[in-house]
């Protein structure tokens, strides 16, 4: 370990430095394998360090998880062409079912999908950490009329539907754009469904 691990002022990138550590780590061992101590090794810190910014394994499950999912939202809305011409419900679908198909493709996102790492993914699907901001956030870019709440809980349910394409597959995309289509959708882009 290095002594000089935080000089440099890198006191801020040493979260993301941890992060990017363990990505590799939950590649080759699983999300469960994974130890804390085996994180510090990996990072180049202490232990005592790693706990300075992740107090458990769950806190560092959030952050990373919350990590990978804005970046995966943020590269897929990116590389998306929109056509002035394509519905919003088809461009709403085409841009979720390339969110389920990139995490199955990258192999550090794909390994929390196993299904030794359902129990992990089903608390993560109801943290806090990883659900509110940007799920709510992405709820409110198609459903503005609705408030914090109300957009939380959707966003919610946006949330628990990926997850659960991704945990138990349909039988092809077409199947699962036919699921999006008709439990999700309705959700987002409806402003006839009404949401407490």
Known sequence: MSGDWLADGRAELAGERILDAVRA???????SGVGMAEVAEAAGCSRATLYRYFENRQALYVAFAGREARQLVQRVWRERAVSASAKPEEQLLDTLTALLAEVRKTPHLAVWFAPANA?????LANSPGVVDALATDFVAGFRPELSATAAKRVGQWVVRAMVSLLTLPGAGEDEE???LGTFVLPFLLDSRMVID
Request: aromatic letters at 6%; charged letters at 20%.
């Open 119 to 123: 129990g992990i993914v089903a608390q």
């Open 25 to 31: 780590l939950f590649i080759d061992k699983g999300v």
């Open 177 to 179: 754009r036919a699921v």
